[in-house]
């Protein structure tokens, strides 16, 4: 279990109703000293456990294909980490098998559940920003120090995949499906998408994402991004002292710009995310009628966009729908 999984795990704790039983991992015996209340499978017998009612998927990208479809093919809901798959057609077997099998399957995206992100999908849906004419994010850090697959371009997909995927779903959920995409980036020596930019058009708007692994290691997590519209604007950003494992370290500020002059400076309690998101996760298989936050079409739609911005960025050419 790795860091991503170390978070859920904590995160478990904090939601009324679950229980986290059970673990497959290959650091048994570093799980078994930080966690010995957990019982520790293989993900083949993990799958089959009957007293399990989700399974959450926090393994490399390169590995989630093989096992959500194992996971909801035995019954299983599923919540996957982020970025679904390394492509499109990855992305469209997964969601296949989890419409056959009827279970609950969603995509971990946390700014859907992000306390100022949240806020600024507001200030857009109930139109106090008026007409959108321009979105600008950004996402810069260094490789995540806790694996070395980062960096393989077989088994992630970079910055490309991996970062820009935050801020691809969250435009895609402001603004919807761009007409057409564009990206300009930078490989490492091992192929790996290290720095890219990206833009989105559409029909009375434009959109622009950066996004980077490129950072030197002293360089502290930062995101942040702006909207702008026929009546108004909104920047959030936020800095943390170090790398995303240090959430607790965040600085951040939100503030919304009016036609008429006004500042204000937007104010939201900080929450555990990724207890959020659970919490509606466990809602959704407890109530099926209920529309997920994060659909997991919405989640297919953007790998699609990533694999647009992957496919410009490799042969200099607009993508166009």
């Known amino acids: 279990m790795g ?33 010995p209340e957990l019982e520790l499978f293989s993900y083949e017998d993990l799958c089959r456990d009957d007293r399990l009612d989700a399974i959450l998927i926090c393994l490399p990208t390169f590995l989630h294909e093989q096992f959500a479809i194992e996971a909801v093919a035995n019954g299983r ?3 996957c980490e982020k970025p679904l798959a390394l492509d499109a057609n990855s992305a469209a077997r997964m969601l296949v098998a989890a419409k056959e099998a009827g279970v609950v399957f969603m995509v971990s995206q946390v700014l859907r559940f992000w306390p100022q992100y949240v806020r600024i999908q507001q200030l857009v849906s109930e139109g106090i920003l008026g007409e959108i004419r321009s979105v600008s994010a950004y996402r810069l850090a260094k490789y995540p120090p806790w694996g070395e697959w980062f960096r393989d371009p ?10 820009q995927v935050h801020d691809m779903d969250f435009i895609f959920w402001i603004m919807g ?12 020596s091992r192929g790996a998408w290290d720095h890219v930019i990206t833009s989105l058009r559409y029909a009375d708007a434009v959109a622009s994402i950066e996004s980077s692994y490129m950072m030197p290691t002293s360089w502290p997590l930062s ?3 702006r909207v702008a519209g026929s009546r108004g604007a909104v920047e959030y950003a936020f800095r943390s002292s170090g790398d995303v494992s240090q959430q607790g370290e965040w600085t ?10 006004k500042i204000e400076q937007l104010m939201a309690e900080r929450q ?10 466990v809602a959704c298989i407890e109530n099926p009628s209920l529309t997920p936050v994060c659909p997991c079409e919405d989640s297919y739609t953007v790998m ?18």
Not at 304 to 321: D, G, P, Y
């Open 3 to 35: 860091y991503i999984g170390r978070t859920y795990y904590e995160a478990a704790r904090a939601v009324p109703g679950v229980q986290v039983v059970a673990a497959a991992s290959e650091r048994r015996q570093e799980i078994q000293q930080s966690y």
């Open 77 to 79: 809901h599923v919540l």
């Open 154 to 163: 077989a088994k992630s997909g970079g910055c490309l995949l991996d970062l």
């Open 177 to 188: 499906h761009p007409r057409q995409v564009q990206s300009l980036g930078l490989k490492s």
């Open 223 to 225: 995101a942040g991004i």
């Open 252 to 261: 951040e500020q939100a503030t919304l710009y009016g036609a008429d002059g």
């Open 272 to 281: 555990d995310v990724f207890a959020a998101q659970l919490k509606h996760f």
């Open 304 to 321: 699609n966009l990533l694999s647009a911005s992957k496919q410009s960025a490799e042969t200099a050419e607009v993508i166009r729908f």
